[in-house]
T-cell receptor, first 113, second 113 residues
Framework: GENVEQHPSTLSVQEGDSAVIKCTYS??????FPWYKQELGKGPQLIID?????GEKKDQRIAVTLNKTAKHFSLHITETQPEDSAVYFC????????????FGTGTRLLVSP | GAVVSQHPSRVICKSGTSVKIECRSL??????MFWYRQFPKQSLMLMAT?????????EQGVEKDKFLINHASLTLSTLTVTSAHPEDSSFYIC?????????FGQGTRLTVV
């Protein structure tokens, strides 16, 4: 089955710096890779996603890159702000059809003012 | 984005009692919903896939008689934790597919005393 590894587990940056979170997956048939932000006591919120036919996607300060050959994808947050502090999860579909999502282990991002 | 509403957000129950958690898709119909369990500082673990009008599909190691899932309509899935015990205390989260994206509810914090 699919296995998704995520690094780092914790990341501390100063406000205005960039943050990068990396994930690797094992199933070459996976074709959808979302990123979620989870604040304390709340459910995950989709912040950006990418499909296997695209190498990069950007939405304002957030971008995601995908390297299908290496089976890894990354989340890039620029000009970080304190409100970006949260736990971020990457995920990948199990197989080629969107039947299940397998989540990474999460990254706790702390942005200090 | 699509809205998924989960209720209640918090519940405390006594050992041996049953608790029902509701997951509603508010502005779309969801033939498939997913139920996750999340322990503190850990990732989301898929418990089961709920299919409208048919039996749920449980992940390996999840007791179907313990965690009853009913998906009687296209907008509502329920998870009932039967004969709850303290080890069932956790954060339960549902999600629903809309097109090719997954949207999550706010989560339910279950505490069994």
């Amino acid at each position: 089955g699919e296995n998704v590894e995520q690094h780092p587990s914790t990341l501390s940056v100063q406000e205005g710096d960039s943050a990068v979170i990396k994930c690797t997956y094992s199933d070459s048939a996976s074709n959808y890779f979302p990123w979620y932000k989870q604040e304390l006591g709340k459910g995950p919120q989709l912040i950006i996603d990418i499909r296997s036919n695209v190498g990069e996607k950007k939405d304002q300060r957030i971008a995601v890159t995908l390297n299908k050959t290496a089976k890894h994808f990354s989340l890039h947050i620029t000009e970080t702000q304190p409100e970006d502090s949260a736990v971020y999860f990457c995920a990948a579909t199990l197989g080629g059809s969107f039947q299940k999502l397998v989540f990474g282990t999460g990254t706790r991002l702390l942005v200090s003012p | 984005g699509a809205v998924v509403s989960q209720h209640p957000s918090r519940v405390i129950c006594k050992s041996g009692t049953s608790v029902k958690i509701e997951c509603r898709s508010l502005d779309f119909q969801a033939t498939t919903m997913f139920w996750y369990r999340q322990f503190p500082k850990q990732s989301l673990m898929l418990m089961a896939t709920s299919n409208e009008g048919s039996k749920a599909t449980y992940e390996q190691g999840v007791e179907k008689d313990k965690f009853l899932i009913n998906h009687a309509s296209l907008t509502l899935s329920t998870l009932t934790v039967t004969s709850a015990h303290p080890e069932d205390s956790s954060f339960y989260i549902c999600s629903a597919r809309f097109a090719t994206e997954a949207f999550f509810g706010q989560g339910t914090r279950l505490t069994v005393v």
